[in-house]
């Protein structure tokens, strides 16, 4: 008897598993920690249904990387069940190197080490335990495979990894101007010449597509207040970090405790299972502790995440003025009786930045009936070519508006 588990989601409703090594992958601890990462950080804080987890975008992906791959090979596409098996637990584990709070805290508690590096190293890692069976899922997934539209089914401008996250994101906070047609894309997607592209009569659900991205941008993940709720978090980590390397008595002990400190830097290879015990669990627990915390600025700040006090947060077109980033923080200075430098935890400015499509990176190539191949920016009356491959930057100030 053949090998079958369903899960149901939400968004597609029933997903198949049939294969027990992907079975026995997904039951690993480390793939059930994403359970306990959220896939929007704090976007939860603007957009109350924005609750789902790593684990659910995952399985997701997951789906729509098998009806990819079927729709491939009906098409005559060469795909062993080698090569398809690696390609889905490819996907499976391409977030698997998040940690707590996704993106929001990348680079804080590990400097200088992403999480596309962290994914790649917990994949080698279970290999080793699932005896090289995850070899063909590396290659493909570090592009060093043969078929290179395996690789970019999992990371290009038109993956399985944005399809999912656009219409998860979009079903969850219930913001419809995320919507795409992601079947429609599918089953328009081919290979030409080894290379993944999408027949002609995809052009328009393709430019929905990047204009749905655009606006799910500036709309919830650069939300301004989304944006200010996860800074917050930034600080706090940071500030715990200095009362931590001062005193480390004022921090409890645990996981956080060891990443805020040491940091690993160059290192974190050695300390995996270390880095596997951490999640969004840990973090919230430790501001809720920090609530009460002698340090006045690290109180205020995670009574600030714990009760949705968020900051005042200003967007806008040119740099933040340094009278303006100034006179924040000397009020943030009266307002609290705090120093200049505790100041600067309470009042910030940084820079958000957005392109929709970036053409001098992994192009949308679009296969016309006659075998001429475009890219998507080079279509005739393409909406694509009006201004939406330049980036767009916005600067923000965030800063206390009135004492907590």
């Known amino acids: ?154 990371s290009g401008q038109l993956d399985v990894d944005r399809m999912d996250y656009l219409t998860r994101d979009s079903f969850f906070t219930g913001v419809n101007e995320g919507v795409i047609g992601y079947d429609r894309i599918i089953k328009m997607l081919a290979v030409h010449n080894g290379a993944l592209m999408v027949e002609e009569k995809a052009i328009y659900s393709i430019e929905k597509f990047l204009v749905a991205r655009r606006l799910m941008y500036w709309q919830v993940y650069l939300h301004k207040t989304v944006l200010g709720a996860e800074m917050l978090l930034v600080k706090i980590l940071e500030r715990a970090r200095e009362a931590g390397l001062e005193n480390p008595d004022s921090i409890q002990e645990g996981t956080l405790k060891m990443f805020l400190l040491n940091r690993y830097e160059g290192r974190i290879a050695d300390h995996l299972d270390a880095f596997c015990r951490l999640d969004d669990t840990d973090v919230i627990a430790a501001i809720k502790s920090w609530c009460y915390h002698p340090d006045k600025v690290l109180s205020l700040l995670c009574e600030a995440v714990m009760n949705r006090h968020l900051l005042k947060v200003r967007l806008q077109n040119t740099p933040i003025e340094g009278q303006d980033l100034d006179r924040a923080r000397k009020e943030m200075m009266k307002t609290f009786d705090i120093d200049e430098k505790a100041a600067a935890y309470l009042a910030f400015t940084g820079i958000a930045e957005n392109r929709t499509y970036n053409p001098f990176n992994e192009k949308i190539n679009i296969l016309f009936k006659d075998g001429t191949v475009k890219d998507i920016s080079q279509v005739d009356n393409a909406l694509i070519q009006h201004n939406l491959s330049s980036p767009v930057k916005k600067f923000y100030i965030c800063y206390f508006k009135q004492p907590l």
């Open 1 to 154: 008897m053949s090998f079958r588990k369903i899960i149901n989601d939400p968004v597609y409703g029933f997903i198949t598993i049939d294969n027990p090594l992907i079975s026995e992958i997904i039951s690993h601890p480390w793939y059930q920690r994403l359970r306990r990462i959220k896939q929007m950080a704090l976007a939860h804080l603007v957009y109350p249904g924005a609750v789902h987890t790593r684990l659910h975008h995952s399985l997701g992906a997951y789906h729509l990387m098998g009806n990819a791959l079927n729709e491939l090979k009906s098409k005559g596409v060469d795909i062993s069940n080698e090569e398809e098996t690696g390609a889905k637990i490819a996907i499976l584990l391409h977030d698997i190197g998040h940690g707590p709070f996704s993106h929001a805290l990348e680079n804080v508690l590990m400097e200088n080490v992403r999480h596309e590096e962290l994914s790649l190293l917990l994949m080698e890692e279970l290999n080793r335990q699932f005896n090289g069976q995850l070899q063909t899922a590396i290659d493909i997934f570090t592009n060093r495979y043969s078929k290179p539209f395996l690789h970019q089914l999992i």
